[in-house]
């Protein structure tokens, strides 16, 4: 069983452009999940989708967004970068039903802002 | 913002020996915990869950142990080997309702096993 794939693996881009990254989701699994991870502010929670609708949100500025697809892969969004976006981000993939279940995570997409 | 608090942000241990990494969480209402191990340049991988209804449980080689009362939580792992070195990170789920998603995480133990 293929785990949670994201791609691209590293990125740099210039302030004040913008970025999509993405994310496939185990087969299966409906839930996704997305995260940030820097050495200052730890692994901090974005947003969640489950059947294309947001479910879950974190206390990020509206510069992040993200969506979901009928396949349940997923995309965020990062417009107008800043050099603070920097950063490992994370998605998450869990089947999204049940009380409490496992998540499991990609490699995560590096993303560098110059 | 959120964060599920960590005691020590390092840890060496020998080799063969047992590890101890603690935790503590701050909202009495979380109801799941997980650990996760982060090698460099990897995602943080599943090892162990426990629900609040539980105050231990068992995997291979690692033990997780829940005290609600001083809401703390606990990963210990057995007889240590190289391939233990990593960042562990506790997280507990707080979602706005059943069956969502939202992991919060503590800031991270580096454990080395020193040979």
């Known amino acids: 069983k293929a785990g949670v794939t994201q791609t691209p693996r590293y990125l740099i881009k210039t302030r004040g452009q913008q970025v999509t990254l993405s994310c496939s989701p185990i087969s299966g699994h409906r839930s996704v999940s997305w995260y940030q991870q820097t050495p200052g502010q730890g692994l901090q929670f974005l947003f969640e989708y489950f059947s294309e609708t947001q479910r879950n949100k974190g206390n990020f500025p509206g510069r992040f967004s993200g969506r979901q697809f009928s396949n349940s892969r997923s995309e965020m969004n990062v417009s107008t970068l800043e050099l603070g976006d920097s950063a490992l981000y994370l998605c998450a993939s869990s089947s999204g039903r049940g009380v409490n279940t496992e998540a499991f995570f990609g490699q995560g997409t590096r993303l560098t802002v110059v | ?115």
């Open chain 2, 1 to 115: 913002g959120e964060s599920v608090g960590l005691h020590l942000p390092t840890l060496s241990v020998q080799e063969g020996d047992n590890s101890i990494i603690n935790c503590a969480y701050s909202n009495s209402a979380s109801d799941y915990f997980i650990w996760y191990k982060q090698e460099s340049g990897k995602g943080p991988q599943f090892i162990i869950d426990i629900r609040s209804n539980m105050d231990k449980r068992q995997g291979q080689r690692v033990t997780v142990l829940l005290n609600k009362t001083v809401k703390h939580l606990s990963l210990q792992i057995a007889a240590t080997q190289p391939g233990d070195s990593a960042v562990y990170f506790c997280a507990e789920n707080r979602p706005r309702f059943q069956g969502a998603q939202k992991l919060v995480f503590g800031q991270g133990t580096r454990l080395t096993i020193n040979p």
